[in-house]
C-alpha cells in the first residue's frame, strides 16, 4: 500500500504545472532574452542599458571632420566620439545642464546631449 500512494504522489508531482515549467538560466535570463526584441515601439539600447520608450530616434547621420556645426543640428555617434570632451572650467564657458557635454570639435565648442547629439549651442573658438 505505501508503494502505491508514494507511486501516485511520484506521478502527482512530475505532471503538476510547477514541473513542467520551462527552467530559467540564471539570473536575468528572460530579461536578456526580452532585449533582443521590439515590444511596442520600444527598443533596448545597450549603450544606455535601459528601455527607450519610443522616444529615441538615435544619433544623426555622420557629417565627417570638416563640417560646420551649428545649433538644432543632430551629431553622428562617430562625430561625437571623434569631438574632444572640454572642461568647461577651463575655458570659461557656462556650466552644462544635466545630460549635456560641451565637446571641441573642429575648432568649435559645442553644446550637446549625452543621449541624442542635439545641438544646443556652437561657440567659434580660436587656436
Known sequence: ??????????????????????PRHGKGHDR???????????????????????????WGKERGKNHRWSRGQQMGYNDWRYAQRV???????????????????NDRYILASVASGIIISVILGGR
Request: glycine fraction near 8%; aromatic fraction near 10%; proline fraction near 4%.
Open 87 to 105: 572642461d568647461y572650467r577651463r575655458y570659461h564657458l557656462r556650466q552644462p545642464p544635466r545630460g549635456y557635454e560641451w565637446r571641441r570639435y
Open 32 to 58: 536578456m532574452q526580452d532585449r533582443n526584441q521590439q515590444h511596442e515601439g520600444r527598443q533596448w539600447h545597450e549603450q544606455s542599458g535601459r528601455w527607450d520608450n519610443g522616444r529615441h530616434r538615435g
Open 1 to 22: 500500500m505505501k508503494r502505491l500512494i508514494l507511486g501516485a504522489t511520484i506521478i502527482a508531482l512530475m505532471t503538476s504545472p510547477a514541473a513542467m515549467a520551462e
